[in-house]
């Protein structure tokens, strides 16, 4: 049942570069995803979001890509801050607007001064 | 910024016991969740609730779970006789009408420990 998957468990990146984090999904139905970043102790946070009629959605810092043929969605920060240092998982609402969320495993970022 | 809030941050029981997990959503939100996540898992969907009813529920939410909004703030989410393998952290989130489209908003949880 791993419809959201996200297949790297850790990511380090120097502070001031790229951090990509990456997310596959095998349910063609998903039309929204999400981005939620969670610190320790604390619960997710919502970040960024894409609807399936785009490609591109960017926030300040923070952009994801979609490639609906691949099933694959990536989301961009940069330049990356030590405060991005978290836990980023990816999420499809099944359902409607008000459905359920499928989360991945989610990708630890670790982000070097 | 409004927030989720829940109680207690940690609690711990022994197998058997029934525990209560509380949260007071924000207050102009309309549906509320329940997800839990075992120690290096995914974040789980429990149930949603809508208008005072259970709207949908995973297959972990078994005839064990129960939610309830007992007085227009609170909702609670009980735990009849708890397992070792109900252990987790427990995120209450709500939402307003908009729902996925601007994400939920989660609290910080609950820890679990069944012993």
């Known amino acids: 049942d791993q419809q959201v998957k996200q297949n790297s468990p850790s990511l380090s990146v120097q502070e001031g570069r790229i951090s990509i984090l990456n997310c596959d999904y095998t349910n063609s139905m998903f039309d929204y995803f999400l981005w939620y970043k969670k610190y320790p102790a604390e619960g997710p946070t919502f970040l960024i979001s894409?609807?399936?009629?785009?490609d591109k959605n960017e926030d300040g810092r923070f952009t994801v890509f979609l490639n609906k043929s691949a099933k694959h969605l990536s989301l961009h920060i940069v330049p990356s801050q030590p405060g991005d240092s978290a836990v980023y998982f990816c999420a499809a609402p099944w359902g409607g607007s008000q459905g359920n969320l499928i989360f991945g495993k989610g990708t630890k970022l670790s982000v070097k001064p | 910024e409004p927030e989720v809030t829940q109680t207690p941050s940690h609690q711990v029981t022994q197998m058997g016991q029934e525990v209560i997990l509380r949260c007071v959503p924000i207050?102009?939100?309309?549906?509320f969740y329940w997800y839990r996540q075992i120690l290096g898992q995914k974040v789980e969907f429990l149930v949603s609730?809508?208008?005072?009813?259970?709207?949908?529920k995973s297959e972990i939410f078994d005839d064990q779970f129960s939610v309830e909004r007992p007085d227009g703030s609170n909702f609670t989410l009980k735990i009849r006789s708890t397992k070792l393998e109900d252990s987790a952290m427990y995120f209450c989130?709500?939402?307003?009408?908009?729902?996925?489209?601007?994400?939920?908003?989660f609290g910080s949880g609950t820890r679990l420990t069944v012993v």
């Open positions: 609730f809508y208008n005072n009813e259970i709207s949908e």
């Open positions: 894409i609807s399936s009629i785009k």
């Open positions: 989130a709500s939402s307003d009408p908009t729902g996925t489209l601007y994400g939920y908003t």
């Open positions: 207050s102009n939100h309309l549906y």
